[in-house]
Protein backbone atom coordinates (compact mmCIF):
# COMPACT_ATOMS: atom_id res chain seq x y z
CA UNK A 1 0.00 0.00 0.00
CA UNK A 2 2.25 2.21 -1.20
CA UNK A 3 1.29 6.50 -0.22
CA UNK A 4 0.90 7.76 -3.38
CA UNK A 5 -2.61 6.78 -4.65
CA UNK A 6 -3.51 6.31 -1.16
CA UNK A 7 -6.37 8.72 -1.76
CA UNK A 8 -8.50 6.24 -3.54
CA UNK A 9 -9.20 4.48 -0.47
CA UNK A 10 -11.08 7.48 0.75
CA UNK A 11 -13.01 7.79 -2.30
CA UNK A 12 -15.93 5.47 -1.71
CA UNK A 13 -16.85 7.21 1.88
CA UNK A 14 -16.55 10.43 -0.23
CA UNK A 15 -18.55 9.44 -2.88
CA UNK A 16 -21.24 8.03 -0.27
CA UNK A 17 -21.53 11.29 1.34
CA UNK A 18 -21.92 13.58 -1.27
CA UNK A 19 -24.84 11.26 -2.84
CA UNK A 20 -26.61 10.64 0.29
CA UNK A 21 -25.56 13.65 2.75
CA UNK A 22 -24.44 16.50 0.61
CA UNK A 23 -27.01 16.25 -2.40
CA UNK A 24 -29.86 15.59 0.15
CA UNK A 25 -28.86 18.77 1.71
CA UNK A 26 -28.57 20.94 -1.34
CA UNK A 27 -31.94 19.80 -2.45
CA UNK A 28 -33.00 20.77 1.18
CA UNK A 29 -31.44 24.66 0.45
CA UNK A 30 -33.49 24.34 -2.80
CA UNK A 31 -37.10 23.40 -1.44
CA UNK A 32 -36.75 26.09 0.90
CA UNK A 33 -36.44 28.81 -2.13
CA UNK A 34 -39.33 26.64 -3.96
CA UNK A 35 -43.46 27.14 -3.99
CA UNK A 36 -43.68 23.46 -3.13
CA UNK A 37 -41.66 20.17 -2.94
CA UNK A 38 -41.65 19.65 -6.88
CA UNK A 39 -39.11 22.69 -7.14
CA UNK A 40 -41.80 24.02 -9.91
CA UNK A 41 -41.24 27.76 -9.30
CA UNK A 42 -38.63 29.52 -7.46
CA UNK A 43 -40.26 31.48 -4.69
CA UNK A 44 -39.18 33.27 -1.20
CA UNK A 45 -42.70 32.75 0.42
CA UNK A 46 -40.87 30.08 3.10
CA UNK A 47 -38.35 32.13 4.09
CA UNK A 48 -40.81 35.37 4.15
CA UNK A 49 -42.55 33.31 6.49
CA UNK A 50 -39.74 31.93 8.73
CA UNK A 51 -37.80 35.49 8.96
CA UNK A 52 -41.59 37.79 9.12
CA UNK A 53 -43.60 35.98 11.60
CA UNK A 54 -42.31 36.78 15.10
CA UNK A 55 -43.40 33.12 16.57
CA UNK A 56 -40.88 31.87 14.10
CA UNK A 57 -38.30 34.43 15.51
CA UNK A 58 -39.26 33.37 19.12
CA UNK A 59 -38.97 29.40 18.58
CA UNK A 60 -35.58 29.89 16.89
CA UNK A 61 -34.56 32.17 20.22
CA UNK A 62 -35.94 29.71 22.52
CA UNK A 63 -33.51 27.00 20.82
CA UNK A 64 -30.82 28.99 20.56
CA UNK A 65 -31.33 29.70 24.64
CA UNK A 66 -31.97 26.05 24.94
CA UNK A 67 -28.83 25.28 23.57
CA UNK A 68 -26.69 27.91 25.31
CA UNK A 69 -28.45 26.51 28.73
CA UNK A 70 -27.40 23.35 27.94
CA UNK A 71 -24.32 24.41 27.31
CA UNK A 72 -23.93 26.09 30.78
CA UNK A 73 -25.25 23.66 32.66
CA UNK A 74 -23.29 20.63 31.18
CA UNK A 75 -19.98 22.84 31.49
CA UNK A 76 -20.83 23.77 35.26
CA UNK A 77 -21.25 19.78 36.65
CA UNK A 78 -18.27 18.48 33.70
CA UNK A 79 -15.55 20.67 34.46
CA UNK A 80 -15.10 19.65 38.18
CA UNK A 81 -15.62 15.80 37.42
CA UNK A 82 -12.81 16.17 34.60
CA UNK A 83 -10.84 17.72 37.30
CA UNK A 84 -11.85 14.64 39.39
CA UNK A 85 -10.76 11.76 36.97
CA UNK A 86 -7.62 14.16 36.65
CA UNK A 87 -7.29 13.74 39.90
CA UNK A 88 -8.27 10.78 41.05
CA UNK A 89 -7.02 7.10 41.45
CA UNK A 90 -7.54 3.99 38.91
CA UNK A 91 -10.18 2.68 40.37
CA UNK A 92 -12.13 6.21 40.63
CA UNK A 93 -11.26 6.90 37.17
CA UNK A 94 -12.62 3.80 35.90
CA UNK A 95 -15.90 4.74 37.22
CA UNK A 96 -16.26 8.28 35.95
CA UNK A 97 -15.28 6.65 32.91
CA UNK A 98 -18.19 4.05 32.82
CA UNK A 99 -20.51 6.52 34.26
CA UNK A 100 -19.76 9.06 31.32
CA UNK A 101 -19.99 6.09 28.67
CA UNK A 102 -23.42 4.46 29.79
CA UNK A 103 -25.52 7.24 29.19
CA UNK A 104 -24.02 7.56 25.74
CA UNK A 105 -24.86 3.70 24.58
CA UNK A 106 -28.26 4.07 25.68
CA UNK A 107 -31.29 5.42 23.28
CA UNK A 108 -32.05 9.28 23.96
CA UNK A 109 -35.55 7.98 24.06
CA UNK A 110 -34.80 5.88 27.33
CA UNK A 111 -32.63 8.91 28.47
CA UNK A 112 -35.50 10.89 28.12
CA UNK A 113 -38.40 9.00 29.62
CA UNK A 114 -36.02 8.30 32.86
CA UNK A 115 -36.63 11.95 33.34
CA UNK A 116 -40.35 11.77 32.78
CA UNK A 117 -40.13 9.36 36.11
CA UNK A 118 -37.92 11.86 38.06
CA UNK A 119 -39.39 15.30 36.99
CA UNK A 120 -43.16 14.04 36.94
CA UNK A 121 -45.86 15.15 39.41
CA UNK A 122 -45.50 11.79 41.49
CA UNK A 123 -41.63 11.68 40.54
CA UNK A 124 -38.51 11.55 42.59
CA UNK A 125 -38.56 14.92 42.66
CA UNK A 126 -41.90 16.19 44.02
CA UNK A 127 -41.93 12.74 46.48
CA UNK A 128 -39.11 13.92 47.87
CA UNK A 129 -39.63 17.64 48.22
CA UNK A 130 -43.23 16.84 49.33
CA UNK A 131 -41.54 14.04 52.28
CA UNK A 132 -39.12 16.92 53.49
CA UNK A 133 -42.12 18.55 53.86
CA UNK A 134 -40.35 21.46 51.31
CA UNK A 135 -43.24 21.81 49.43
CA UNK A 136 -47.32 20.61 50.18
CA UNK A 137 -48.37 20.71 46.25
CA UNK A 138 -46.42 19.16 43.65
CA UNK A 139 -44.27 21.63 41.52
CA UNK A 140 -44.78 21.38 37.85
CA UNK A 141 -41.07 20.29 36.49
CA UNK A 142 -42.19 18.46 33.21
CA UNK A 143 -43.24 21.09 30.34
CA UNK A 144 -41.13 23.63 31.81
CA UNK A 145 -37.40 24.90 30.69
CA UNK A 146 -35.65 24.73 33.67
CA UNK A 147 -36.59 20.95 33.96
CA UNK A 148 -35.87 20.29 30.30
CA UNK A 149 -32.82 22.00 30.40
CA UNK A 150 -31.85 19.92 33.96
CA UNK A 151 -32.91 16.91 31.65
CA UNK A 152 -30.35 18.09 29.18
CA UNK A 153 -27.50 18.33 31.20
CA UNK A 154 -27.89 14.20 32.09
CA UNK A 155 -28.66 13.67 28.72
CA UNK A 156 -25.77 16.13 26.85
CA UNK A 157 -23.16 15.97 29.64
CA UNK A 158 -21.11 12.90 28.10
CA UNK A 159 -20.52 14.84 24.95
CA UNK A 160 -19.09 17.30 27.20
CA UNK A 161 -17.04 15.40 29.30
CA UNK A 162 -15.53 13.26 27.02
CA UNK A 163 -13.26 15.70 25.19
CA UNK A 164 -12.96 17.44 28.88
CA UNK A 165 -11.40 14.57 29.79
CA UNK A 166 -9.05 13.87 26.62
CA UNK A 167 -8.03 17.53 26.99
CA UNK A 168 -6.94 17.09 30.59
CA UNK A 169 -4.92 13.77 29.68
CA UNK A 170 -2.58 15.53 27.70
CA UNK A 171 -1.67 17.58 30.84
CA UNK A 172 1.89 16.84 31.82
CA UNK A 173 1.31 15.66 36.13
CA UNK A 174 4.84 17.28 36.04
CA UNK A 175 3.50 20.50 35.23
CA UNK A 176 0.98 20.80 38.13
CA UNK A 177 3.83 19.38 40.43
CA UNK A 178 5.86 22.53 39.34
CA UNK A 179 3.24 24.84 39.53
CA UNK A 180 2.00 23.68 43.58
CA UNK A 181 5.77 23.57 44.08
CA UNK A 182 6.45 27.15 43.07
CA UNK A 183 3.74 27.99 45.57
CA UNK A 184 0.88 28.12 43.07
CA UNK A 185 -2.45 27.80 45.17
CA UNK A 186 -4.78 25.21 43.87
CA UNK A 187 -6.35 28.24 42.23
CA UNK A 188 -3.48 29.70 40.98
CA UNK A 189 -2.72 25.82 39.01
CA UNK A 190 -6.49 25.55 37.63
CA UNK A 191 -6.42 29.41 36.21
CA UNK A 192 -3.07 29.13 34.79
CA UNK A 193 -2.05 26.06 34.04
CA UNK A 194 -5.73 23.26 34.04
CA UNK A 195 -8.15 25.21 32.27
CA UNK A 196 -6.03 26.87 29.30
CA UNK A 197 -4.81 23.60 28.59
CA UNK A 198 -8.46 22.22 28.84
CA UNK A 199 -9.82 24.86 26.86
CA UNK A 200 -9.86 22.98 23.70
CA UNK A 201 -12.11 20.13 25.12
CA UNK A 202 -14.36 22.63 26.20
CA UNK A 203 -14.68 24.47 23.55
CA UNK A 204 -14.96 20.70 21.10
CA UNK A 205 -17.59 19.74 24.26
CA UNK A 206 -19.77 23.06 23.86
CA UNK A 207 -20.08 23.09 20.21
CA UNK A 208 -21.34 18.91 20.29
CA UNK A 209 -23.78 19.83 23.20
CA UNK A 210 -24.96 22.76 21.20
CA UNK A 211 -25.32 20.57 18.52
CA UNK A 212 -27.13 17.81 19.82
CA UNK A 213 -29.68 19.88 22.06
CA UNK A 214 -30.93 22.49 19.64
CA UNK A 215 -31.84 19.37 17.45
CA UNK A 216 -33.02 17.09 20.40
CA UNK A 217 -36.73 16.92 19.27
CA UNK A 218 -37.77 14.21 21.24
CA UNK A 219 -36.56 15.58 24.62
CA UNK A 220 -37.80 19.28 23.91
CA UNK A 221 -41.28 17.54 23.19
CA UNK A 222 -41.71 15.23 25.99
CA UNK A 223 -40.10 17.17 28.93
CA UNK A 224 -40.17 20.93 27.75
CA UNK A 225 -43.28 21.52 25.14
CA UNK A 226 -45.66 23.40 26.66
CA UNK A 227 -45.63 26.66 26.29
CA UNK A 228 -42.42 27.00 24.48
CA UNK A 229 -41.98 26.05 20.72
CA UNK A 230 -38.45 25.14 19.52
CA UNK A 231 -37.35 24.76 15.75
CA UNK A 232 -37.38 20.63 15.90
CA UNK A 233 -40.82 20.63 16.32
CA UNK A 234 -41.97 22.93 13.73
CA UNK A 235 -39.81 21.53 11.42
CA UNK A 236 -41.29 18.25 11.80
CA UNK A 237 -45.02 19.31 12.12
CA UNK A 238 -44.95 21.32 9.13
CA UNK A 239 -43.27 18.34 7.26
CA UNK A 240 -44.89 15.66 8.37
CA UNK A 241 -48.53 16.96 9.21
CA UNK A 242 -48.75 20.12 7.48
CA UNK A 243 -47.00 18.98 4.81
CA UNK A 244 -45.37 22.71 3.74
CA UNK A 245 -41.77 21.51 2.60
CA UNK A 246 -40.42 24.73 1.47
CA UNK A 247 -41.38 25.49 4.80
CA UNK A 248 -39.89 22.82 6.74
CA UNK A 249 -36.66 23.15 4.78
CA UNK A 250 -36.23 27.03 5.58
CA UNK A 251 -36.63 26.09 9.06
CA UNK A 252 -34.22 23.19 8.94
CA UNK A 253 -31.53 25.81 7.49
CA UNK A 254 -32.10 28.39 9.98
CA UNK A 255 -31.67 25.65 12.47
CA UNK A 256 -28.46 24.31 10.81
CA UNK A 257 -27.02 28.20 9.96
CA UNK A 258 -27.41 28.81 13.65
CA UNK A 259 -25.59 25.37 14.81
CA UNK A 260 -22.67 26.22 12.15
CA UNK A 261 -22.14 29.87 13.34
CA UNK A 262 -22.21 29.11 16.88
CA UNK A 263 -19.61 26.40 16.20
CA UNK A 264 -17.50 28.63 13.98
CA UNK A 265 -17.68 31.55 16.56
CA UNK A 266 -16.64 28.65 19.34
CA UNK A 267 -13.45 27.52 16.73
CA UNK A 268 -12.83 30.89 16.27
CA UNK A 269 -12.44 31.64 20.12
CA UNK A 270 -10.30 28.49 20.17
CA UNK A 271 -7.86 30.15 17.92
CA UNK A 272 -7.71 33.42 19.38
CA UNK A 273 -7.27 31.68 22.91
CA UNK A 274 -4.37 29.79 21.21
CA UNK A 275 -3.23 32.98 20.02
CA UNK A 276 -2.84 35.18 23.13
CA UNK B 1 -4.51 17.49 45.04
CA UNK B 2 -1.43 19.16 46.14
CA UNK B 3 -0.87 20.64 49.53
CA UNK B 4 -3.68 22.52 50.43
CA UNK B 5 -4.19 26.02 52.27
CA UNK B 6 -7.49 27.21 53.88
CA UNK B 7 -8.93 29.45 50.36
CA UNK B 8 -7.67 25.80 48.13
CA UNK B 9 -9.40 23.75 50.90
CA UNK B 10 -12.96 25.63 49.89
CA UNK B 11 -12.20 25.23 46.06
CA UNK B 12 -11.38 21.53 46.38
CA UNK B 13 -14.32 21.11 48.65
CA UNK B 14 -16.65 22.88 45.54
CA UNK B 15 -14.79 20.91 43.04
CA UNK B 16 -15.63 17.46 44.94
CA UNK B 17 -19.23 17.92 45.58
CA UNK B 18 -19.98 19.07 41.92
CA UNK B 19 -18.36 16.45 40.30
CA UNK B 20 -20.57 14.46 42.84
CA UNK B 21 -23.29 16.04 41.84
CA UNK B 22 -22.44 15.18 38.39
CA UNK B 23 -21.73 11.37 39.00
CA UNK B 24 -25.37 11.82 40.69
CA UNK B 25 -26.78 13.44 37.64
CA UNK B 26 -25.00 11.04 34.65
CA UNK B 27 -25.63 7.90 37.01
CA UNK B 28 -28.96 8.80 39.00
CA UNK B 29 -31.67 8.52 35.88
CA UNK B 30 -30.55 4.83 34.62
CA UNK B 31 -30.65 3.80 38.14
CA UNK B 32 -34.67 4.83 38.14
CA UNK B 33 -35.30 3.82 34.53
CA UNK B 34 -34.36 0.02 36.04
CA UNK B 35 -36.30 0.66 39.36
CA UNK B 36 -39.16 1.66 37.54
CA UNK B 37 -39.26 -0.93 35.25
CA UNK B 38 -40.45 -3.08 37.60
CA UNK B 39 -43.43 -1.00 39.82
CA UNK B 40 -46.70 -2.27 40.19
CA UNK B 41 -48.53 1.12 39.52
CA UNK B 42 -49.83 1.90 36.58
CA UNK B 43 -48.72 5.12 36.83
CA UNK B 44 -45.06 6.25 36.77
CA UNK B 45 -45.17 6.94 40.52
CA UNK B 46 -41.32 7.25 41.93
CA UNK B 47 -40.41 5.20 44.47
CA UNK B 48 -42.69 2.46 43.36
CA UNK B 49 -45.58 1.27 45.16
CA UNK B 50 -44.64 -2.36 44.90
CA UNK B 51 -42.58 -4.47 42.49
CA UNK B 52 -43.51 -6.71 39.89
CA UNK B 53 -42.21 -8.41 36.67
CA UNK B 54 -45.49 -7.61 35.22
CA UNK B 55 -44.58 -4.76 32.45
CA UNK B 56 -41.53 -7.52 31.22
CA UNK B 57 -43.75 -9.88 30.80
CA UNK B 58 -46.18 -7.93 28.71
CA UNK B 59 -43.29 -7.00 26.79
CA UNK B 60 -42.36 -9.67 25.73
CA UNK B 61 -45.71 -11.31 25.17
CA UNK B 62 -45.21 -11.89 21.09
CA UNK B 63 -49.07 -11.39 20.36
CA UNK B 64 -49.13 -7.98 22.77
CA UNK B 65 -46.24 -6.35 22.19
CA UNK B 66 -45.97 -7.44 18.00
CA UNK B 67 -45.47 -4.21 17.21
CA UNK B 68 -42.83 -3.13 19.71
CA UNK B 69 -40.71 -6.68 18.51
CA UNK B 70 -41.25 -6.35 14.66
CA UNK B 71 -39.69 -2.96 15.40
CA UNK B 72 -36.78 -4.09 17.27
CA UNK B 73 -36.15 -6.40 14.54
CA UNK B 74 -36.25 -3.84 11.77
CA UNK B 75 -34.09 -1.63 14.10
CA UNK B 76 -31.37 -4.38 14.89
CA UNK B 77 -31.22 -4.81 11.46
CA UNK B 78 -30.41 -1.91 10.25
CA UNK B 79 -28.16 -0.84 13.24
CA UNK B 80 -26.29 -4.15 11.76
CA UNK B 81 -25.87 -3.39 7.87
CA UNK B 82 -25.30 0.44 8.92
CA UNK B 83 -22.28 -0.83 10.64
CA UNK B 84 -20.74 -3.36 8.33
CA UNK B 85 -21.62 -0.11 5.57
CA UNK B 86 -20.10 2.10 7.79
CA UNK B 87 -17.25 0.70 9.35
CA UNK B 88 -16.17 -0.53 5.73
CA UNK B 89 -16.16 3.21 4.56
CA UNK B 90 -14.48 4.72 7.41
CA UNK B 91 -12.06 2.28 7.52
CA UNK B 92 -10.79 2.93 3.71
CA UNK B 93 -11.33 6.33 4.46
CA UNK B 94 -8.81 5.86 7.61
CA UNK B 95 -6.38 4.37 5.81
CA UNK B 96 -6.61 7.02 3.41
CA UNK B 97 -6.04 9.93 5.87
CA UNK B 98 -3.58 8.58 8.26
CA UNK B 99 -1.26 7.80 5.03
CA UNK B 100 -1.28 11.14 3.73
CA UNK B 101 -0.20 14.85 4.21
CA UNK B 102 -1.66 16.35 1.90
CA UNK B 103 -3.83 19.40 2.09
CA UNK B 104 -7.26 17.39 0.75
CA UNK B 105 -6.80 14.66 3.94
CA UNK B 106 -7.20 17.69 6.05
CA UNK B 107 -10.22 18.72 4.27
CA UNK B 108 -11.45 15.19 3.63
CA UNK B 109 -11.23 13.90 7.47
CA UNK B 110 -13.25 17.63 8.41
CA UNK B 111 -15.97 16.94 5.60
CA UNK B 112 -16.19 13.62 6.77
CA UNK B 113 -16.79 14.52 10.59
CA UNK B 114 -19.13 17.05 9.39
CA UNK B 115 -22.47 14.64 10.09
CA UNK B 116 -21.55 15.07 14.04
CA UNK B 117 -22.17 18.38 14.26
CA UNK B 118 -24.97 19.32 11.98
CA UNK B 119 -28.48 19.10 13.48
CA UNK B 120 -29.92 15.37 12.54
CA UNK B 121 -33.46 17.14 12.06
CA UNK B 122 -32.08 18.69 9.09
CA UNK B 123 -30.45 15.87 7.26
CA UNK B 124 -33.21 13.63 8.38
CA UNK B 125 -35.51 16.18 6.60
CA UNK B 126 -33.13 16.37 3.72
CA UNK B 127 -32.99 12.61 3.54
CA UNK B 128 -36.51 12.17 3.03
CA UNK B 129 -37.00 14.92 0.32
CA UNK B 130 -34.26 13.60 -1.97
CA UNK B 131 -35.66 10.17 -1.80
CA UNK B 132 -39.38 10.92 -2.20
CA UNK B 133 -37.80 13.15 -4.95
CA UNK B 134 -35.95 9.89 -6.62
CA UNK B 135 -39.80 8.31 -6.11
CA UNK B 136 -38.06 6.00 -4.21
CA UNK B 137 -40.44 4.08 -1.73
CA UNK B 138 -39.61 3.72 2.26
CA UNK B 139 -37.58 0.86 3.00
CA UNK B 140 -35.59 -0.61 5.07
CA UNK B 141 -31.92 0.29 2.97
CA UNK B 142 -32.82 4.24 2.64
CA UNK B 143 -32.50 3.86 6.56
CA UNK B 144 -29.26 1.90 6.67
CA UNK B 145 -28.11 4.71 3.87
CA UNK B 146 -29.75 7.60 5.98
CA UNK B 147 -28.17 6.30 9.47
CA UNK B 148 -24.59 5.20 7.89
CA UNK B 149 -24.09 8.94 6.88
CA UNK B 150 -24.60 9.97 10.97
CA UNK B 151 -22.76 6.13 11.70
CA UNK B 152 -19.72 7.54 9.88
CA UNK B 153 -18.11 10.04 11.57
CA UNK B 154 -18.32 7.72 15.17
CA UNK B 155 -16.44 4.90 13.25
CA UNK B 156 -14.03 6.95 11.19
CA UNK B 157 -13.03 8.74 14.71
CA UNK B 158 -11.68 5.57 16.31
CA UNK B 159 -10.27 3.63 13.48
CA UNK B 160 -8.91 6.86 12.27
CA UNK B 161 -7.00 7.01 16.10
CA UNK B 162 -5.66 3.01 15.54
CA UNK B 163 -4.81 3.77 11.31
CA UNK B 164 -2.52 6.94 12.48
CA UNK B 165 -0.92 4.60 14.96
CA UNK B 166 0.61 2.35 12.47
CA UNK B 167 3.74 2.48 11.40
CA UNK B 168 4.96 3.36 7.72
CA UNK B 169 7.96 0.76 7.69
CA UNK B 170 5.97 -1.90 8.26
CA UNK B 171 4.35 -1.32 5.49
CA UNK B 172 6.94 -0.76 2.96
CA UNK B 173 8.78 -4.05 4.08
CA UNK B 174 5.72 -5.80 3.32
CA UNK B 175 5.60 -4.38 -0.10
CA UNK B 176 9.28 -4.80 0.25
CA UNK B 177 8.99 -8.46 0.37
CA UNK B 178 6.42 -8.84 -2.53
CA UNK B 179 3.36 -8.99 -0.74
CA UNK B 180 0.57 -7.24 -2.95
CA UNK B 181 -1.31 -4.07 -1.14
CA UNK B 182 -4.41 -6.58 -0.56
CA UNK B 183 -2.54 -8.57 1.34
CA UNK B 184 -0.28 -6.30 3.39
CA UNK B 185 -3.88 -5.01 4.04
CA UNK B 186 -5.39 -8.40 5.41
CA UNK B 187 -2.20 -10.11 6.89
CA UNK B 188 -0.13 -6.84 8.45
CA UNK B 189 -3.15 -3.66 8.44
CA UNK B 190 -5.85 -5.29 8.85
CA UNK B 191 -4.48 -7.28 12.56
CA UNK B 192 -2.99 -4.06 13.81
CA UNK B 193 -5.89 -1.85 13.63
CA UNK B 194 -8.70 -4.15 14.49
CA UNK B 195 -9.05 -3.02 17.97
CA UNK B 196 -10.14 0.31 16.89
CA UNK B 197 -12.61 -1.12 13.50
CA UNK B 198 -14.16 -3.10 16.29
CA UNK B 199 -14.82 -0.40 18.56
CA UNK B 200 -15.67 1.51 15.57
CA UNK B 201 -18.25 -0.66 14.99
CA UNK B 202 -19.80 -1.00 17.46
CA UNK B 203 -20.07 2.62 18.00
CA UNK B 204 -21.89 2.86 14.39
CA UNK B 205 -23.88 0.05 15.66
CA UNK B 206 -25.20 1.97 18.56
CA UNK B 207 -25.52 5.15 16.66
CA UNK B 208 -28.09 3.27 14.41
CA UNK B 209 -29.73 2.09 17.25
CA UNK B 210 -30.28 4.79 19.10
CA UNK B 211 -31.46 6.98 16.13
CA UNK B 212 -34.13 9.23 16.24
CA UNK B 213 -33.81 12.20 13.75
CA UNK B 214 -33.19 10.45 10.71
CA UNK B 215 -36.14 7.33 11.58
CA UNK B 216 -38.19 10.44 12.22
CA UNK B 217 -38.42 11.27 8.42
CA UNK B 218 -37.58 7.89 6.63
CA UNK B 219 -39.38 4.92 8.91
CA UNK B 220 -43.23 4.48 8.08
CA UNK B 221 -45.82 1.64 9.13
CA UNK B 222 -43.38 -1.11 7.30
CA UNK B 223 -40.89 -0.20 8.24
CA UNK B 224 -41.31 0.94 12.13
CA UNK B 225 -38.03 1.32 13.97
CA UNK B 226 -37.97 1.02 17.92
CA UNK B 227 -37.02 4.25 18.96
CA UNK B 228 -39.68 5.88 17.27
CA UNK B 229 -42.29 3.08 18.56
CA UNK B 230 -41.28 3.95 22.14
CA UNK B 231 -41.48 7.67 21.61
CA UNK B 232 -45.06 6.80 20.38
CA UNK B 233 -45.61 5.06 23.03
CA UNK B 234 -44.55 7.66 26.07
CA UNK B 235 -46.26 10.50 23.41
CA UNK B 236 -50.14 8.56 23.84
CA UNK B 237 -50.94 7.04 26.35
CA UNK B 238 -48.26 6.62 28.96
CA UNK B 239 -47.20 3.11 28.79
CA UNK B 240 -45.50 1.43 31.56
CA UNK B 241 -44.06 -0.83 28.85
CA UNK B 242 -41.46 2.24 27.98
CA UNK B 243 -39.89 1.17 31.45
CA UNK B 244 -39.59 -2.20 30.66
CA UNK B 245 -37.95 -1.67 27.35
CA UNK B 246 -35.74 0.96 28.56
CA UNK B 247 -34.90 -1.50 31.30
CA UNK B 248 -33.44 -4.15 28.85
CA UNK B 249 -32.12 -1.60 26.83
CA UNK B 250 -30.29 -0.72 29.51
CA UNK B 251 -29.01 -3.82 30.69
CA UNK B 252 -28.29 -4.57 26.88
CA UNK B 253 -26.14 -1.31 27.04
CA UNK B 254 -24.27 -2.01 29.86
CA UNK B 255 -23.72 -5.74 29.28
CA UNK B 256 -22.40 -4.51 25.44
CA UNK B 257 -20.43 -1.91 27.52
CA UNK B 258 -18.19 -4.50 29.42
CA UNK B 259 -17.70 -6.92 26.78
CA UNK B 260 -16.80 -4.12 24.76
CA UNK B 261 -14.29 -2.89 26.94
CA UNK B 262 -12.42 -5.90 27.85
CA UNK B 263 -12.18 -6.70 24.33
CA UNK B 264 -11.06 -3.57 22.56
CA UNK B 265 -10.62 -1.11 25.18
CA UNK B 266 -13.89 0.80 24.36
CA UNK B 267 -14.12 3.42 27.52
CA UNK B 268 -10.25 4.16 26.63
CA UNK B 269 -10.68 4.68 22.93
CA UNK B 270 -14.15 6.98 23.74
CA UNK B 271 -11.90 9.19 26.31
CA UNK B 272 -9.05 10.00 23.89
Known sequence: MEARGVWRLALPLGIAQLLFFAAPLLLLAGTSFSTDENLTQTSLRAWREVVGDTFHIQSAINTLRLGALAVCATALLAVPLALLHLAAGPVLRRIILIAAVLPLLTS???????????????????????????????????????????????????????????????????????????????FRTLRRVVLP???????????????????????????????????????????????????????ALTLMASVLMVAGLLSLLGRGARHA | MHRFSGGDKALA?????????????????????????????????????GLTLRWYQELFDPVRSAQIHRAAGNSLLVAT??????????????????????????????????????????????????????????????????????????????????????????????????????????????????????????????????????????????????????????ETALDVRVAAASGVLVAVAFTLLLVMDRAVGLVRRMSA
Do not use: C, K
Not at chain 2, 28 to 37: C, D, N
Not at chain 2, 42 to 47: D, N, W
Open chain 1, 197 to 251: LALPGLLAGATLVFASATTAFISQGVIGGGRLNYLPALVWQNAMVVFDWPLAAAM
Open chain 2, 81 to 234: LTAIAATALATGAALAIARSRAGWARFAEGAFMAPLVLPGIAFGLAALMFFSWLHLPPSLWLLVAGHAMIAGPFALRTIGASAAGLDPALLESSAALGASPWRTFRRVVLPLIMPGVAAGAFLAFVSSLDNVPVSLFLSSAQTDMLPIRLWGMM
Open chain 2, 13 to 49: LLIMALAALALLVLVGPVLVVLITSFTTSQALRFPPP
Open chain 1, 108 to 186: VVVRTFSWIVILGREGLINTTLMGLGLTSAPIALLQTEHGLVLALTQIEMPLMLLPLIAALARIDPALLDASASLGGSL
